[in-house]
């Protein structure tokens, strides 16, 4: 989604305002501008397109002169990606310029009301009010201009405003979508997320709903919205910024997904102690957990399939029941919590917008969320009442494998952890269950070394019009997230069905040589899945399977066969999902598509 990233200090602004901008471009965005005050006035260049546009139109900044400034990467919500919606946005007299990320929803209501005082929009965006706005409540005094303007303003922001009247100063603003500011000797930084600035500072201050930041060269003053002063706490950054570099990989989802072994390891292993799941961070006693009655894990995207396989791995294991839901529907569908219940959110950012709207929805109902997150510090961890980090470490391909992987185990140990308190495993199956989990991080490495097979049959596929997945139980949750990765970055209509379910419909669509990916890891089921397979083919299909080693029986039924090594059928997503992602990043690359940012999307999905 969008990202921002502001300058002031002892340096030129806007070199560092594009470096900065450039470490947030895996974040989807369509257009990027930066507005640099210089010495006399405001000068804003912008560009639809690549960075790499205003990169060269300023060559590289060095025709941006000045020592204060704001830009931004847009990803359109209101109006088309083009130069003139691309931020930063000027008032009338081009002596404030405005840049934003989330949405004003009255914006409509203030166009009007702007438009009679005779103000005049030259964008269709929202964010344009917001500068006139400013403009209209301006006296003199900038923070007062801009908590009036905060009064007046619904939905979510993250601000960062200059005055060609204040050039000490840089101003910035957030409610519900993400900011964070940090120091340097040389200069003070404003960002929508750490990467931008992590080259600069690793001291930063995350700005909480309503904050309002005052930055000089040398120092921060932090302001609730109705300007008194506050006093807050900056954090230090722990992250290895190499982690976010491509270290020689073609494609940052490569990369990432051969770091899906430690991640793996990462998560799970210091959770398990002398034999039992320890999960310190959930604050909750055994007598707390066991009076637990219901779960909903709430998420979108991957992180929703994750939690539809926590649902079948909860159910099985620790016998309790699970409701999932996708985060955009739970927030408005005014949901039945049962009492006694557990509300899990799943998320690799922190800051999805629907996500972190189910998390605060449960609050206020009285319930306690549990959030899975990645990232550290971002919204859902700092409001979850607990958090229960993966350790995947950044990740920036749009597609996520190494974050979905470690949220696979992150409900693993909740639901070993749960079956220990209930009682629904012997002590033998469970100690088997973690000597299977053990061993995951390994076998993942197996299958990634797999990768010139799958590439090769997936070359056969860069001319596919639809690919269906298809499996029952489990399998069907890996088929959503195969089906996922495939169609968000290569562009090719792909559909994930219940096997069971094929017949009432979808088998229509099969033609001769379409390709059904038949994922097929849970031994109760193999027969039910290989009919499923033994019709499509009969119909014309070609059909890949993922099975496990031994299963030869499928052979019968399937034209390609991706074995996949022993582990519980519980975990069998943590190992399907492998060659399936492998499958979906070679076909992708095959047909020349922008692997890291596909089009339309981004990383982190910070509005409704
Ligand atoms: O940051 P989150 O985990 O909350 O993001 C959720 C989805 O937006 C995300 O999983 C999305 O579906 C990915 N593009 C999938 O690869």
Redesign the pocket.
Known sequence: MCGIVGYIGKRQAAPIILEGLSRLEYRGYDSAGIAVFDGDKINISKAAGRLKILEEMTHNGETLKGFVGIGHTRWATHGVPSTINAHPHYNREETIAVVHNGIIENYIALRKMLKEKGYEMVSDTDTEVVAHLIDYYYKGNPLEAITKVLHRVEGSYALGVIFSEHPDQLFAARKDSPLIVGQNEEGCFIASDVPAILKYTRQVTYVDNQEIVRLRGDHMHFYTVDEEEIKKESVTIEWDSKAAEKGGYEHFMLKEMYEQPKGVADTLLPRIKDGEVVIDELNMTDEELLSVKKIYIV?????YHVGVTGKYVLENLARISVEVDLASEFRYRNPVLEEGAMVIV????G??AD?LAALRESQKRGFKVLGIVNVVGSSIAREADSVLYTWAGPEIA???TK?YSTQLIALYLLALKFARIRKTVEDKVFAGLLEDLKKLPDQIELLLSNKNHIQKFANRYIGAKDIFFIGRGIDYAISLEGS??LK?ISYIHSEAYAAGELKHGTISLIEEGTLVAAVATQPELFAKTISNMVEVKARGAFVLAVTNEGNMEIEKAADYVIYIPETNPCFANSLAIIPLQLFGYYVAVGKGCDVDKPRN?AK??TVE
């Open positions: 998420a979108c995207g991957s992180a799943v998320s690799q950012s800051e999805t996500t749009v597609a996520t974050a996922l990765k968000e999307l982190s999905v």
